[in-house]
């Protein structure tokens, strides 16, 4: 092959976890010691061999400590009485290398230099060189290692353990400096010399694995995964060969499920060799690209690194590449200035550097590190790759598109950023581009697995054959022609009344034709949207592009309002326009969730009880760190609390400050200049302000709280210091109980009777012990007991009303539920697991149709995407005569479902009796329009798993019945179209119906005849 592309992909640099054991492999074993002086005996003829050995297993175990105590020993075996028990000068320098490798990983590097010199002054070890290299190479003196690996080359035999690796690492040392070509006919000359010689040692099997893997190719890259794996089998403390193969399977793989995982290998590392820097950081990028790993473990990762080696440079740059992403761009340079100060030439910090000063408006500073950056490779295209990838992963497609074009004017074939341009171009309503870009990374990439990219393309190919797209009025809709006739009108109308309503109250109105992707299919929409299925969302906005599901989708039908997911999305148009695409995640997802509520309060998310949980554990996130959740398994909340910080700016300061704070963000000001100018109060005053108002709203809720990991960690050291502490001992137990461990519940229930017996929240929780035992006797008594002793809470309550009705004790179990709705009075579960909902059932069955009503009404106002909730209120206000109820509930069930003719035709008499013909119109066009397939009438008496629509169960239709009923609803159609005055349609559709005339009474015939007819 003749690119040389591959060479550049590694996404972490390169450390040695094995070079003192090599060292002393290769010294002890053969008796080498270059330039030795003939008075030292050399380290076989040493009474400190066997203090080395162990010394240097501990540091390939990663036991650093204890390996420092040995080389330690050696050296202080210079004060041994006698000479022959004194180390030699080799050994005294082995351990002076093994206390400079300690240094280094570290991150001492000067005191790693002084450890060199003092062992160069010892032996001419050309070891000495090497580890003097790899120093040098930590702090970017780049000429001084190539010098030393220089040295080696000169000194070792050609084929030697120490030669073949210092040609590798110089090779690599090459690369990051620009030096391909030098570089490739290194590596090229070590995979020759392998040829011949076919080594078995693992030293130069790995480096020979290593240059392999850098020159690339499908057989060339499969046969350094074969040497790793060799290495690693006759070497498992060889760290680096599991790093070298993690990172081929990443760049390979990608982690896509089913195939070899890079991140299994990275585990290995650290199981075997104990805490490597390297398989760290690489853990950490590589979960990085998986949004569904929860930010927090992936962060730890990051976290360890840093505590082996605080100057680690790769860890220090991932960060700030991190940060970066989160907006907080000042917190990056600060970490980059870090990163620099320790080497002031690597190009990836140098990158980031410049990437953060451009989005700090630092102009002449991002030229300073773009200068440098090609000063050392006058080639890269680092820091346009880097800046494009950002202005992706910050919703900036637009300006990232000309920025990465320009790193692909500088490097044709760059993949990472082919891919960043792809990605903006697909999200900046230019799929089509996007996708045949993607195809050629494919193409240079040849055998490589990309689920993102894999994923997008066969998406595209799909929308290609499949979808249609229609332009109407503000907006261009890309639609199923299935669901076309339906999703189209009312999707327009919806979005064109969210851009009426919301561009005024915001000021602003969208300065492009804003582009809405319906997916049929759930799983196409995730794909489109991440690039991977199990998004849990519904819809996405990138700008000017809006990605949803349909609500006809099998997966999600009937779960979900496709009006609200309208507004939402649109309203994150306004925001990334108002905010020039700043607006940070928490901010336009709690604006939109607050539009949400504004639309209809029943559409309120109500995650009170998580709420709660984070109120009583200290645990309510601080709006600066806001933000990182929308990357892990707090995304929901993330969305909820963003949405209850608006609602608590508009309730104090009125919602033009929300918008205010929105434009602020457009000036790329941080959060802290925006909260202090525009509410003047730093983050941490408004934390607190916010969580006193959180308090006001659901401090009076009675819940018990979820405790997460981090949590149970904190109230194990409180438990510890204060063990006589009942609330710590209460949450413990609580905790454990949640997880099912109910040994670790016992014993904390345990210390609690001896502390305080008659704690009522105690007995609850053995009445929950009880009841997971079975024994609901048990239960009933400890949960009477804990209620008369103060002890209450939902879960408790709910428990004791289904002992209750189990006992057939209805009314009872009535009122119990009724106290769980006290201690959650806004209570969101929906179904039939409802606190409401038991309530209205156990009403029905004691025939008290007035309260059970009661209660349906109480349920639809709190939840109100509930489907059949809202079909059941329908049915009785119909019955009732109440039309302006049924119709109310009528219109909340065909915002969540709409593919539902009987529905339809129901919403028109109703429209028809109000006198408003053209709705009336509308709804037989959608009634007619229905697909029978999607029909939910027709589905649900199928057999589909579907519950009925508004108008209950049909029988399924034939063909014949098919064009009969289309054929009666034309006539209606027909007429409402007269009524509203638009006779040319209605003489059209009268004309439709007439042709099977042979299918309709004569009343119907009549009918259309008259609709037919001219004025």
Request: with cysteine.
């Amino acid at each position: 092959m003749k690119r040389l592309r591959p060479l550049r992909m590694g996404t972490v640099p390169f450390y040695p976890a094995n070079l003192l054991g090599l060292m002393l492999a290769a010294i002890l074993g053969s008796g080498l010691a270059t330039a030795q002086d003939e008075s030292d005996p050399g380290p076989s003829d040493g009474a400190w061999s066997d203090v080395l050995q162990s010394a240097t297993r501990y540091l390939r175990q990663g036991r650093r400590e204890a390996a420092r105590t040995r080389f330690e020993e050696v050296l202080a075996g210079i004060d041994e009485e006698y000479e022959e028990d004194r180390p030699t000068p080799t050994e005294r320098a082995l351990a002076k290398l093994g206390l400079a490798r300690i240094a280094r990983e570290f991150g001492k590097y000067d005191d790693a230099s002084a450890r060199v010199d003092e062992a160069r002054a010892l032996v001419a070890l050309p070891e000495v060189e090497l580890e003097a290299a790899l120093r040098a190479t930590c702090v970017g003196e780049y000429d001084a290692a190539l010098g030393a690996y220089d040295r080696i080359l000169e000194k070792a035999e050609p084929t030697s353990e120490l030669a073949i690796e210092g040609r590798t690492r110089r090779a690599r040392l090459l690369l990051r400096t620009g030096k391909r070509d030098e570089a490739k006919a290194s590596f090229e000359a070590v995979i020759d010399l392998f040829g011949r010689e076919q080594w078995t040692d693992p030293r130069r099997k790995h480096f020979a694995g290593v240059a392999f893997a850098e020159l690339g190719g499908a057989e060339r890259l499969y046969e350094a995964s074969r040497i790793f794996i060799e290495v690693t089998k006759a070497d498992p403390l060889f760290a680096d060969a599991y790093v070298e193969r993690g990172n081929l399977l990443f760049r390979v793989y990608h982690e896509a499920a089913g195939l070899p995982s890079g991140e299994s290998e990275y585990k290995r590392a650290l199981e075997n060799c104990g805490e490597q820097e390297h398989a760290l950081v690489a853990l950490y990028r590589t979960r990085k690209e998986n949004f569904l790993l929860e930010s927090d473990k992936t962060d730890e990762y990051l976290r360890r690194a840093l505590a082996v080696n605080h100057s680690s440079v790769p860890a220090l740059v991932a960060r700030a590449g991190g940060l970066i992403d989160e907006r907080r761009f000042g917190a990056a340079r600060s970490i980059l200035q870090q990163a620099l100060a320790v080497n002031p030439r690597d190009v990836s910090a140098l990158a980031e550097m410049a990437a953060a000063c451009n989005l700090l408006y630092r102009e002449q500073d991002e030229k300073v590190f773009r200068d440098r950056a090609m000063a050392v490779d006058a080639s890269t295209v680092e820091p346009d790759a880097v800046l494009g990838n950002h202005l992706v992963a910050l919703y900036r497609f637009a300006d990232a598109i000309p920025i990465l074009q320009r790193a692909r004017a500088g490097d044709a074939d760059h993949v990472r950023a082919m891919l960043a341009l792809g990605r903006a171009l697909i999200y900046a309503g230019r799929a089509e581009e996007g996708a045949a870009l993607l195809a050629k990374t494919k193409e240079l990439e040849r055998g490589f697995v990309n689920p993102w990219r894999d994923n997008q393309l066969m998406l595209q190919e799909r929308v290609d054959e499949t979808y249609e797209k229609v332009a109407i009025g503000n907006f261009v809709f890309q639609i199923h022609p299935s669901e076309k006739d339906v999703l189209v009108p009312y999707l327009s109308r919806e979005y064109e009344e969210a851009r009426k309503v919301l561009g005024t109250k915001y000021g602003t109105t969208p300065d492009c034709k804003v582009q809405v992707e319906n997916f049929r299919r759930f799983g196409d929409f995730s794909v489109r949207t991440v690039g991977f299925k199990g998004f849990g969302a519904l819809g996405a906005c990138f700008g000017c592009l809006i990605t949803s599901v349909s609500p006809a989708a099998p997966e999600l039908r009937s779960q979900f309002s496709w009006k609200v997911t309208a507004w939402h999305e649109f309203a994150h148009v306004l925001h990334l326009q108002l905010s020039r695409a700043r607006v940070p995640r928490w901010l336009t997802e709690g604006a939109a969730v607050a539009e949400e509520i504004a639309l209809d309060p029943s559409y309120d998310r109500r995650m009170e009880r998580e709420v709660y949980s984070a109120l009583v554990l200290d645990r309510v996130i601080g709006v600066d760190e806001l933000n990182k959740v929308f990357g892990g398994s707090q995304i929901l909340l993330g969305y909820y609390q963003g949405g209850l910080i608006c609602r608590h700016i508009s309730e104090r300061w009125g919602f033009a400050k929300v918008v205010d704070i929105i434009k602020a963000y457009g000036e790329d000001l941080s959060t802290a200049q925006i909260f202090e100018r525009e509410l003047e109060m730093g983050p941490d005053e408004y934390d607190a302000a916010f969580r006193d108002w959180l308090r006001q709203r659901i401090g009076s809720y009675a819940f018990v709280p979820t405790i997460d990991e981090e949590a149970l960690v904190a109230l194990l050291e409180r438990a510890a210091r204060q063990p006589e502490d009942v609330q710590t001992r209460l949450r413990l137990a609580q905790a454990f109980e949640q997880r099912g461990n109910l040994i670790d519940t016992g014993a904390q229930l345990a210390a609690l009777s001896k502390i305080d017996p008659d704690n009522g929240d105690v007995l609850l929780l053995r009445a929950k012990m009880a009841a997971r035992r079975k024994d609901l006797q048990a239960a009933r008594d400890y949960l009477r007991e804990g209620f008369a002793k103060g002890g209450d809470d939902f879960d408790s309550r709910m428990l004791y009303a289904g002992i209750l009705e189990t006992a057939g004790k209805t009314q009872e179990a009535i009122d119990e539920f009724g106290r769980a709705i006290a201690c959650w009075p806004t209570c969101s579960i929906s179904g039939g697991s409802s606190p409401f909902m038991q309530r209205w059932r156990l009403f029905e069955k004691l025939g008290n149709s007035e309260a059970s009503l009661d209660e349906l009404v109480r349920y639809s106002q709190i939840v109100g995407k509930d489907y059949q909730a809202q079909v059941l209120l329908a049915d009785h206000w119909r019955k009732t005569g109440e039309v302006d109820r049924e119709l109310a509930c009528l219109e909340r069930a065909r915002d969540i479902d709409p593919f539902d003719r009987v529905l339809h035709e129901r919403l028109a008499e109703i429209y028809t009796a109000k006198a408003r013909p053209a709705d009336a119109a509308f709804c037989l066009g959608i009634a007619i329009a229905v697909h029978g397939d999607l029909d939910r009438t027709r589905r649900a008496s199928g057999g589909d798993d579907v519950l009925p629509g508004a108008g209950g169960s049909a029988p399924p239709a034939s063909p014949g019945d098919e064009r009969r009923e289309v054929a009666r609803l034309r006539v209606l159609h027909a007429e409402a179209l007269r009524a509203a005055g638009r006779d040319v349609e209605a003489r059209d559709e009268a004309d439709r119906a007439l042709r099977d005339a042979d299918l309709l009474d004569s009343t119907l015939v009549e009918r259309a005849k008259a609709a037919a007819r001219d004025r």
